[in-house]
């Protein structure tokens, strides 16, 4: 179900792709501009398996029969790096065959349906070679020159290295069972079906694909920086839109880059230095821990976070996991002024003597106490804090109001298998309820983030499809 939620964002961009650009297309022919300079040519990947065996870490536990056969080998490599790029987040439905396709992508317009990358050489990629493969998945093309959705992240995947596309392209041939399932046409209407105004996106936005470089995955931090802004594709829902939904930065050359997006009703957050709503105070153990296993003791992942450790960062080995989280402390903070903030216990014994009778106060003892307790600090790994919380003193309250509505569950991993739950209280709480107790929350215990309007809530509400505010 978040899944399928959270195709909306990718839906989202399209209706952008399809009508921001019908006016820069005007613009574009006018200024004679986009002669496709920024699409460079498919490169022929000619790295011998050796060499990517030799370069690239290989999953944990690969010690099968048949671990020196270099084919196998490339398989398996492959399959590891289709984890950690979350392919199957969008080729599997929900119920659906592994990497079939077909998952339903709600827009405005119409929907648009992934597509079956098994195999199978009918309905599926099988008759692909690996140029047409690396034509799709690096630079956003189709066999038939049509230009994709960006709801396929190829302007992310344009950092994938050709010996890892090769890597993928041996797993998906060799490695995916194959599956005669034909693709859904899209049901969006004439002349929002046309493409073109999708490749001029894709001329004006896609970065140039990356050749094969000497590696330098012995550098923790390139590694790190390899895996965020390819394969991992964190930036896709971590970094702000532009004018065409485009992503403001592809690298950190800004520190827009991955300073926080909203995605689906979840605010993404910033994964930047900032003490108050980055990771300033995480350590780089708590990052690979969030990754690993779901959880730490700063927070617990939910929405489309919960999805992606569930589906891919827990598969990750551990010296990625690593590299990823010295990379991201590598990140200046947005505010470089913003001071850590300090707990501070005056609400939480207000709160044990009964001497705040706010309605914030109050929801909050009827509703959220049991768990998060008076004194805010929850219990750790069970269930999460709320002071000092970087997810309550983001800005923006989207996540927090989603996650109050409708509840959360965090994901299930092989290092935390218990999965814990928080309920959605829209059918309980009214729009002005849910305000004050996320303000009460968002000023308490040393937290310091703006109070939430009632209109903030309503607006929210109706996005995802809560039940009606209680009448009282
Ligand atoms: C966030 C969602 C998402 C992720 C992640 C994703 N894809 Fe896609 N992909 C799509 C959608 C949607 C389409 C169809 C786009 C269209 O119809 O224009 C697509 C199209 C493709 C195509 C073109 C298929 C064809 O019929 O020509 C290939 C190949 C492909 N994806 C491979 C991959 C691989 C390999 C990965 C992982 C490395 C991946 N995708 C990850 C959403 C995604
Ligand atoms: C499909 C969208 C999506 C993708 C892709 C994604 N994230 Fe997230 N991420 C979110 C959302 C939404 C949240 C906020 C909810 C939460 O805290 O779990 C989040 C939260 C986080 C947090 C917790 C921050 C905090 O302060 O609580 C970390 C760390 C993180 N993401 C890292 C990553 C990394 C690293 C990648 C790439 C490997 C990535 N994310 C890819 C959607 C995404
Ligand atoms: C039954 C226990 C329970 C109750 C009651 C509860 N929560 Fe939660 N809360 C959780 C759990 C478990 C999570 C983690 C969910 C996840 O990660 O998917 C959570 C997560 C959160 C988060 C996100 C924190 C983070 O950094 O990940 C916020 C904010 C929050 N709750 C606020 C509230 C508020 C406000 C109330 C009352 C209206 C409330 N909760 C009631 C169990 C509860």
Excluded at 102 to 119: C, E, F, Q, R, V
Excluded at 161 to 167: F, G, T
Excluded at 401 to 418: F, N
């Amino acid at each position: 179900m978040i899944r399928k939620t959270m195709m909306k964002r990718s839906a989202g961009m399209l209706t952008a792709g399809a009508l921001a650009l019908a006016a820069v297309a005007v613009w574009a022919q006018n200024a004679a501009a986009p002669s496709g300079a920024a699409v460079s040519p498919v490169p022929t990947p000619s790295v011998p398996a050796s060499t990517v065996d030799a370069t690239q870490p290989t999953p944990q536990a690969t010690q099968t029969p048949a671990a020196n056969d270099p084919q196998a080998q490339l398989v398996r490599q492959g399959e590891y790096l289709a984890r950690a790029a979350d392919c199957a987040a969008c080729h599997t439905a929900p119920k659906g065959k592994p990497f079939a396709g077909g998952l339903p992508i709600a827009s405005p317009i119409g929907t648009i349906y992934s597509t079956n990358i098994t195999p199978d050489k009918d309905t599926g990629i099988g008759s692909y070679s690996l140029e047409d493969f690396d034509k799709a998945v690096r630079h956003g093309i189709a066999r038939n020159g049509a230009t994709l959705y960006p709801a396929m992240p190829y302007t992310s995947y344009a950092k994938v290295r050709p010996a890892d596309v090769k890597a993928l392209y041996a797993y998906f041939m060799n490695g995916v069972q194959p599956v005669a399932q034909a693709n859904k046409a899209t049901d969006i209407p004439w002349p929002m079906s046309m493409r073109w105004p999708l490749s001029i996106w894709r001329k004006m936005f896609a970065p140039a694909v990356v050749a094969d470089a000497a590696s330098t995955d012995n550098d923790p931090i390139s590694r790190g920086r390899y895996l965020v802004e390819g394969l991992g594709h964190c930036s896709a829902c971590h970094t702000p839109r532009g004018f065409a939904l485009q992503e403001k930065a592809l690298t950190d050359d800004s520190t827009a880059f991955l300073s926080g997006g909203v995605v689906d009703n979840f605010l993404a957050k910033n994964l930047r230095g900032d003490p108050t709503d980055g990771l300033g105070n995480w350590t780089q153990g708590d990052i690979t821990a969030f990754l690993k296993g779901g959880r730490n003791d700063h927070s617990a992942a939910f929405g489309g976070m919960s999805d992606v450790v569930q589906h891919s960062t827990q598969h990750m080995n551990d010296d990625d996991l690593a590299a990823i989280a010295k990379y991201l402390k590598t990140l200046k903070p947005v505010d470089p002024n913003a001071k850590a903030l300090a707990y501070d216990d005056t609400v939480a014994k207000a709160l044990r003597v009964g001497s705040d009778k706010s309605n914030g106060a109050l929801t909050f003892l009827d509703n959220c106490a049991a768990c998060h307790r008076s004194t805010g600090k929850g219990y750790t790994q069970t269930f999460p804090t709320l002071a000092l919380s970087s997810t309550v003193n983001s800005v923006d309250p989207t996540s927090l109001i989603h996650i109050v509505l409708r509840g959360a569950e965090m994901p299930s991993t092989k290092s935390a298998p218990t999965h814990y739950a928080m309920p959605g209280f829209d059918d309980r709480l009214t729009d002005q309820d849910v305000a004050d107790v996320l303000t009460f929350v968002r000023s308490s215990w040393g937290n310091k983030a703006p109070a939430v309007t009632a209109a903030q809530v309503a607006k929210v509400r109706k996005d995802v499809g809560a039940t009606p505010q209680p009448q009282r």
